[in-house]
């Protein structure tokens, strides 16, 4: 299908606006303001949603902004609930709303106006069913490094004709400067990062937000449907941990506690997602989604909650010598990711779900769950093979993955960041999975790679099935090694799918009978139009015990 931005435009606003009054108390002095971030919505409820927006004046206006709301049955309908609300400046202008009162299950459309009358974008959520579901649609996404690439997914998720709403795992933002990752393609893109320069302070993680949703694709996507979202790492660091960061140095960049309270500062505040709980520490931002009684969604936080150091940074190539000494530290049994406090606060939500008869618990998770040891690629594509593998790599990377193969022979996994590094942690996860007597559906992102994986526990027994999705535009291990997905797959008993090839997301379809995962890619994150296609799809019953098999 090829794809162009006629259809996208629509979804910005181009259309018909609702009908929403100039803000109330508006004075003279009061500048022009613009939408220039467009609008979204998050964090649906059966009665409403947080809506968000924007107001974007002069850089030398320092005043609060009064803007109105205002939520329709129909684009351009009349509305049935309407509000006011400032953009505070000292929330960057931005402005978020908690809506309440809507009926459930429905399809809702909803604008903002400044104060004299100027009209935002107008954006669409559906709010959560209650009772009898009959299917359930979910975009999975993750992964959108500016700098590398066109928003292109965004497009594609944005034109789709149903989605209930758009799960993101998180990478959002990059904190990266414009010699770092994605430099060469942000170059020839004209998508260098904005500040130029690493993020540190609370307005460098402001600017690099309005950055991503100046974004015409990201903005038809977040006007598209409600997004659930929780970070991972990069939104603050690469390789995020409770105490620090691999891209975090005290002695240059100061305090991790400072740096991280600026990050989530600008994430609550850029972010359509609800403010945290006065009881709960800002770090904690789990929580749980009920469609009906057909499944329940608990999103966890594995970054700054409880996650111990990883045994080494993710992508890092150990010499042979240091390899004893992580696997030591990998097994060591007390190392967290969920913490003990959020495990048992799952495993509530989970027990209640299966308690209630709902066919579906759905974990929203950052990082791959599987077990994925690395390929032995010298074994699996034999001697000729994998010389004339070697061969085709730039020089510099050539005794690189001679040395990942030697820590793969010996026991590292394919990544430290992800669940492998934590296997006890895991283990207690899949125990958490028994008692409360189900066989959830994990989604995962963070890797830059689709993934349709089968969880087992030590014993063996199935204890989950695993939905991976690709970035958006981050690149991945296909980029050095095309078709390495299907080498992880044939050496990985867990893993029944893996493309590390292609860019886009994955569109979970539930229903009471089955789940069904199609990964949607899409041709460039470089050049428009493009063209989509599904790469694999993968069904898994609901009957207890039912694994991922192909559609």
């Not at 694709?217 to 390789?239: L, P």
């Not at 009978?513 to 041709?523: F, K, L, N, T």
Request: aromatic share 8%; proline share 6%.
């Amino acid at each position: 299908m090829e794809m162009n931005r006629r259809g996208v435009l629509a979804l910005l606003g181009s259309g018909t606006a609702l009908a929403v009054p100039g803000a109330v108390g508006a004075q003279a002095t009061t500048p022009a303001i613009t939408f220039a971030h467009g609008v979204a919505s998050g964090d649906p409820a059966a009665d409403g949603a947080v809506l968000w927006t924007r107001a974007t004046a002069p850089s030398d206006h320092a005043g609060d902004i009064a803007l109105t709301w205002a939520v329709a049955r129909s684009e351009g309908g009349e509305p049935v609930a309407t509000g006011e609300v400032l953009a505070r400046s000292s929330a960057d202008h931005t402005a978020k709303v908690v809506v309440t009162g809507l009926q459930p299950g429905h399809e809702y459309h909803y604008s903002f106006a400044g104060p004299v009358g100027e009209q935002s974008p107008t954006g669409q959520f559906r709010t959560l069913p209650v009772g009898a579901v009959a299917e359930l649609v979910l975009a999975v996404a993750s992964c959108q490094l500016y700098s590398g690439g066109l928003f292109n997914a965004y497009a594609d998720m944005a034109a789709l004709p149903r989605l209930d709403a758009v799960v993101h795992l998180g990478d959002y933002i990059y904190e990266y400067g414009a010699d770092g990752y994605g430099a060469e393609i942000g170059r020839r893109l004209g998508r260098l990062p904005d500040p130029p320069h690493e993020i540190v302070t609370l307005d460098d993680y402001r600017r690099r937000h309005a950055q991503v949703k100046t974004d015409p694709d990201m903005q038809a996507a977040h006007a598209r449907a409600a997004f659930i979202c929780v970070w991972d790492d990069h939104e603050v660091a690469n390789d995020g941990w409770l105490s620090g960061a691999e891209n975090h140095q005290p002695e240059t960049e100061g305090d991790w506690a400072a740096r991280k309270a600026a990050a989530m500062q600008a994430y609550f505040e850029w972010m359509p997602i609800r403010d945290p709980e006065a009881e709960r520490a800002p770090e904690a931002i789990f929580r749980t989604f009920e469609f009906g009684a057909l499944a329940t969604l608990a999103m966890v936080e594995t970054r700054l909650v409880a996650r111990d150091e990883q045994a080494a940074p993710k992508g890092d190539v150990p010499a042979a010598e240091q390899v004893p000494a992580l696997l030591a530290v990998r097994e060591q049994p007390g190392r967290e990711l969920l913490g003990e406090q959020q495990r048992q606060w799952l495993e509530g939500v989970l027990a209640a779900s299966v308690s209630a008869g709902k066919p579906w618990q759905v974990l929203g998770n950052q990082v791959v769950m599987a077990r994925v040891a690395g390929p032995d690629l010298e074994a699996q594509l034999g001697a000729a093979g994998y010389a004339a593998l070697r061969a085709k790599m730039p020089e510099a990377y050539r005794a690189r993955i001679d040395q990942a193969i030697a820590g793969y022979r010996a026991g590292l996994p394919f990544n430290l960041d992800s669940w492998d590094g934590y296997p006890h942690a895991r283990e207690r996860l899949y125990a958490t999975f028994q008692r409360a007597g189900t066989r959830p559906l994990v989604l995962a992102g963070d890797s830059h790679a689709s993934w349709a994986n089968n969880l087992h526990d030590a014993g063996g027994r199935l204890v989950g099935i695993e939905v991976g999705s690709t970035a958006i535009t981050s690149p991945s291990y296909g980029s050095l090694l095309p078709g390495i997905g299907r080498l992880l797959a044939a050496a990985n008993e867990e893993v029944l799918f893996c493309d590390q090839d292609t860019k886009g997301y994955a569109l979970v379809t539930l229903t009471p009978e089955q789940a069904r995962a199609d990964y949607i890619a899409v041709s460039s994150v470089l050049t428009k139009p493009f063209e989509r296609r599904v790469t694999g799809s993968f069904i898994a019953s609901a009957e207890p015990g039912a694994p991922f098999v192909p559609a």
